[in-house]
């Protein structure tokens, strides 16, 4: 991947206009691409697809390896004749067009593709076998689980013990309606997100997927591959993923997600992460994976403490995982989100890989002129962005840096005029050694920390910021295409 020097815009599926409440594989996606093709971009990074759990974070998800039945586009099922116009047009998917409301797109939007899968009963689906057939390995699983969750209306640890196991119990609860409901929601998934990844890619835009490192104690992983993670018998997490007490969280970071079992997956050749990047690899052109340090040592929390003050680290098995990826797959194109508290031996193990690691513009300034992430000490093999889904946009960040931090950018920048801070920014990474420079659409729209998509530490109120269609406007984009060739990406 990082062959020639490149660029691209971060924007997540869910932040797309449309009048149906999140966005989806529809028109507006189209249009995205339109827009990257026309700002001189070459890849179109994204957050996780997967199924959002509690918490609606696409980094704790149902399955691991299933697409999220939001972003599937109504106007292309009425253009599929599964819906008509007036089955959807009056449903109220959310009252204001900035934000996601996910409580009314679970309410309205799972009823209306319900409706959908009962139309195609009397219709023959293209692919529909092939699909199921290819996906065999995880989309009867999932099927299952998410319709005895349903069923129960409870997270798995809920769940009546026999049909945990999967005894007799479990096979009484399975409606044939309902796990063909599931499936049905991923063929549709597949279809049109494909079709759109086909688009990008004849437009010249490479799609750059994200891999979250852990899924939700409550999923179908952990249903159907519990010798995977660590939990007891009964499935319930005996410890949990999180990050230590710093500077920024005097209790660190309690993420919840049940860790893995480096030892049966070493000696299980990592089958169950295999097949989790086969199915990654065949989504996106290059992808992220979340977390890397996490794959040499990672923050274990005993499940019953309430924060991440008594955790400790482990070291995990990242050489033999990373080595096994290769032979596997050969020559792929991976990046590794390699911040935070890194160590001597999670430089190593980055380097063993080969792959390039991440620069953040916004993390520059917090000490002197020795620190990495300023432009002109970026390596040529990594990646730099002005900020990520995890930091406030860069105007948000400028109104609340510290003066020692604005004093050092302003120099740095050669300019002290707020105005132009975050252009100035924009070209500051654009023009780094870096093979890749990324930009949130949000530091390109120079919006606030209202745009913000997540605050790491917290739960609630996070991944519902949405752009406004008019902002994909000409003179933007004919902007960013001038910086783009200015700094030949």
């Not at 990257?36 to 998800?61: F, H, R």
Request: charged share 25%; with cysteine; net charge negative.
């Amino acid at each position: 991947m990082l062959r020639n020097r490149s660029s691209g815009i971060l924007l997540h599926l869910s932040s797309l206009p449309n009048p149906y409440g999140i966005g989806t594989f529809g028109k507006e996606a189209y249009d995205f691409v339109d827009f990257l093709k026309k700002a001189g971009q070459t890849y179109w990074q994204i957050l996780p697809l997967n199924p959002v759990a509690e918490g609606n974070s696409p980094y704790s998800t149902y399955s691991a390896f299933a697409l999220n039945p939001y972003f599937i586009d109504l106007d292309l099922l009425k253009k599929d004749e599964l819906l008509q116009e007036s089955d959807y047009q009056h449903l109220d998917f959310g009252s204001d067009p900035t934000k996601v409301d996910y409580v009314k797109i679970t309410q309205n939007k799972m009823n209306i593709l319900m409706l959908a899968y009962e139309n195609r009963k009397a219709k023959s689906l293209d692919g529909w076998n092939s699909f199921v057939a290819t996906n065999r390995e995880w989309i009867d699983n999932y099927a299952a689980f998410m319709s005895i969750r349903s069923y129960f209306n409870d997270s798995l640890q809920n769940w009546d013990a026999e049909v945990k196991r999967k005894n007799a119990a479990f096979y009484s609860l399975l409606e044939k309606d309902e796990v063909d409901f599931w499936i049905f929601l991923q063929y549709l998934c597949q279809k049109q997100w494909m079709s759109l990844k086909k688009y990008a890619n004849d437009q010249g835009i490479h799609i750059f997927g994200d891999m979250p490192i852990y899924v939700s104690g409550d999923s179908a992983d952990v249903w159907a591959n519990p010798e995977v993670f660590d939990v007891d018998a009964d499935l319930q997490p005996l410890h949990v993923a999180g990050c230590p007490p710093d500077d920024f969280a005097v209790d660190g970071q309690r993420w919840g997600m049940p860790v893995f079992q480096w030892d049966f997956l070493i000696k299980n050749d990592f089958a169950w992460w295999m097949k989790r990047l086969k199915r990654n690899l065949q989504l996106y052109d290059c992808m992220r994976i979340d977390h890397f340090r996490g794959l040499e040592s990672f923050y274990s929390i005993p499940a019953g403490e309430p924060t991440a003050r008594n955790g400790r680290w482990v070291k995990a098995c990242g050489r033999e995982f990373f080595a096994k990826i290769k032979e596997q797959f050969g020559d792929v194109d991976i990046i590794l989100e390699d911040l935070g508290f890194i160590t001597q031996e999670v430089m190593d193990l980055k380097k063993y890989t080969g792959f390039p690691g991440m620069k953040v513009l916004q993390f520059a300034f917090l000490s002197d002129a020795n620190n990495p992430y300023l432009p002109h000490h970026c390596e040529r093999n990594s990646v730099i962005y002005t900020s990520s889904h995890d930091n406030d946009t860069l105007l948000g960040w400028f109104s609340h840096a510290s003066e020692y931090e604005k004093r050092f950018l302003t120099s740095y920048l050669g300019t002290s005029a707020e105005d132009d801070i975050v252009w100035a920014c924009i070209e500051k990474v654009m023009s780094a050694e870096s093979m890749l420079s990324i930009i949130p659409l949000q530091d390109f729209l120079q919006l606030d920390s209202e745009a913000r998509m997540n605050i790491p530490g917290t739960t609630y109120g996070n991944w519902v910021w949405r752009v406004q269609r008019e902002a994909f406007d000409s003179e933007l984009a004919q902007k960013i295409h001038e910086t783009t060739k200015k700094y030949n990406r």
